[in-house]
């Protein structure tokens, strides 16, 4: 019975650890495809836009997964992503203000102004992506 015990939790352990190991190939991936696309020098604001969306993309991915793997946990990590989303949400709305007063002032948002409100969503969105994959490998 212990064997069956112990064969059952290092199933599920490795199963868990397949699945994370397939998040970081994932990110490595979409990281460097992003930063070739950045050292292209070329269509600098799209790529910025479409790193954003492939990173929110896999954030739901990680999220679904924690979900459905941790399921003891679940509203603890509904909670949590939430309040995560919130947090953003408020982050990139100051921004965006701050992006108001520049139309106010010359009319339109430069498109490296544009390019720093993706940045700035990216990269909060790469690290919980981080977060979740670690909250996977408990």
Known sequence: MKKLLTLLALSVLSCCSKEV??????????????????DSGKFMLKTEREYSIRLDSLMQKVYKNLLTTKKAKKHLIEIEQNKWSLQRKLKIENIRKQNNKLIEEIGFIPNDVKLLLYNEKSQATRKRV???INQLQK
């Open 21 to 38: 190991n397939e998040y970081d190939i994932i990110l490595k991936k979409i990281d460097k495809s992003y930063q070739v696309k950045l």
């Open 130 to 132: 981080l977060e979740l």
